[in-house]
């Protein structure tokens, strides 16, 4: 689930990361992804082009297929493993006029059982001698959620996103980014499959499972401060944090830092490290006292007590070759991941011999890796 | 939370309309070599920045303000 939402955040996030005054550069990539961890394994292909028209105008189209073969610790304890597609397509159109870039949008994703549509909107303009660029977003969202194995099921959910985003350039080495950005939800949230845990009495390992309710709306807001700063020729160290809050009483917190080496004319390496915390939301619990215990339910481990850790790095070669004489540049790129989370209140019942509430905690640890290739044009 | 929401955006507008005044650039067009490198950029690859953000999107509680990027689920 969520996928419609994350239509929605790329759609901002693609506007937002580019830069007003002058449009980006044409370019096509071609990315395969893997994701695995936790008994699930995700992987498949990302195409991304972007093509300008007479230095005002510019077309974007990306394609993305996730498929998704899922044993993950909720399917093995209240379900069934699982395969499944999604395939998501979408289409961006800028406009540049003086220092001011306009931009519209769509994207849909669909799969056997949730259909997304985004339609989003954005202007930036630059000003301050072009040291400053601010960008103001706008997207809505139209989900319709399913259920396997129950046609009857069809529910929806109506979502909002309200962004704010300011670039500045504060020296000739230092550039500083600063995101605000709303999201409102109403309708099914839940995901239609999980399920809550209770104690029971009368079952043989002592809890009972019953579905999920959740609120019928949510709102969060998301704060981020970012910065890159120029070490050296070729050489970068960029930071970041963020707060978020919601009205399901979730917080977190979320920091990276990062370096960027540049190895002679062709070679480009990053690495970088990611923490995240979070406080889970006020209806979750990983074991409630009885079944119906209060009006809102969950056991979404997304929405449990939790941190994840990630280390990672890249390389990118860069080169020219003759027989791509039809590109300008063309860059190979090598991208891993590892993804550590714990959690610290879901527990692994999975393992046996325990009295209900005092299992293991669970963790995972999951390998992302992004292979692609991009050419400029 | 909500504070902020009503405080940012008349900062912003503040800024915006600063910006009609035509200030002086503290730095210089010419001065800005090294901010073009492209080990600068704040999204150097949409491509893979998109779908790494989604990656936590969907096993995280919190959400937005990433400054770039979406695509890919297996949440269950």
């Not at chain 1, 692994?348 to 890796?369: C, H, I, K, M």
Request: charged share 25%.
């Amino acid at each position: 689930m969520r996928k419609g939402l994350a239509g929605v955040l790329a759609s901002l996030c693609f506007t937002a990361a580019a830069t007003a005054g002058v449009l980006d550069d044409d370019r096509a990539d071609i990315l395969y992804h893997r994701y695995d961890g936790g008994g699930v394994t995700i992987d498949g292909p990302s195409l991304l082009v972007r093509k300008k028209f007479a230095e005002q105008y510019a077309a974007t189209a990306s394609y993305y297929i996730d498929m998704v073969s899922s044993a993950s610790i909720d399917v093995i304890t209240t379900a069934s493993p699982y395969a499944e597609e999604r395939k998501e397509y979408g289409l961006g159109f800028e406009y540049l006029r003086d220092k001011v870039t306009y931009r519209l949008g769509y994207s849909n994703s669909r799969e056997n059982d949730y259909d997304a549509d985004t339609a989003y909107a954005s202007i930036s303009q630059d000003m301050f001698g072009d040291l400053t660029t601010l960008t103001l977003s706008f997207a809505r969202g139209w989900d319709q959620v399913f259920r396997r194995g129950d046609d009857t099921f069809s529910d929806q959910v109506d979502r909002r996103v309200y962004g704010v985003d300011l670039s500045q350039i504060l020296t000739r080495r230092l550039i500083a980014g600063l995101s605000f950005e709303t999201v409102t939800e109403e309708g099914f949230l839940n995901n239609p499959y999980r399920s809550v845990r209770y104690l029971d009495p009368e079952s043989a390992v002592g809890y009972s499972y019953q579905a999920e309710i959740y609120p019928g709306t949510r709102t969060g807001s998301a704060l981020a401060l970012r910065g890159r700063y120029n070490l050296a020729e070729r050489m970068a160290v960029h930071g970041e944090y963020r707060y978020y809050t919601d009205d399901w009483d979730i917080r977190a917190h979320t920091a990276e830092v990062g370096y960027t080496y540049g190895l002679g004319d062709n070679w480009i390496l990053d690495v970088h490290y990611r923490y995240h915390t979070q406080d889970g939301a006020d209806f979750y619990s990983d074991l409630f006292p009885r079944r119906d215990f209060q009006n809102f339910l969950a056991r979404d481990k997304e929405l449990a007590t939790m941190t994840s850790q990630t280390f990672g790095f890249g390389v990118s070669y860069g080169f020219t070759a003759p027989w791509l004489s039809f590109l300008q540049k063309s860059s190979v790129n090598l991208r891993y991941d590892l993804i550590l989370f714990d959690y610290d209140d879901f527990r692994d019942v999975r393992s046996g011999g325990y009295e209900p509430g005092t299992e293991p905690l669970y963790q995972f640890d999951a390998n992302v890796l992004q292979l692609f290739v991009s050419g400029w044009f | 939370m909500r504070k902020a929401s009503m405080v940012l955006p008349a900062v912003l507008a503040a800024l915006a309309l600063g910006g009609c005044a035509g200030a002086e650039p503290w730095v210089k067009p010419y001065e800005r070599e090294l901010l073009a490198d492209p080990v600068m950029d704040w999204d150097r690859d949409p491509v893979s920045s998109s779908y790494l953000r989604h990656v936590y999107e969907s096993r995280e509680g919190a959400r937005g303000a990433a400054g770039g990027a979406g695509g890919g689920c297996g949440c269950n």
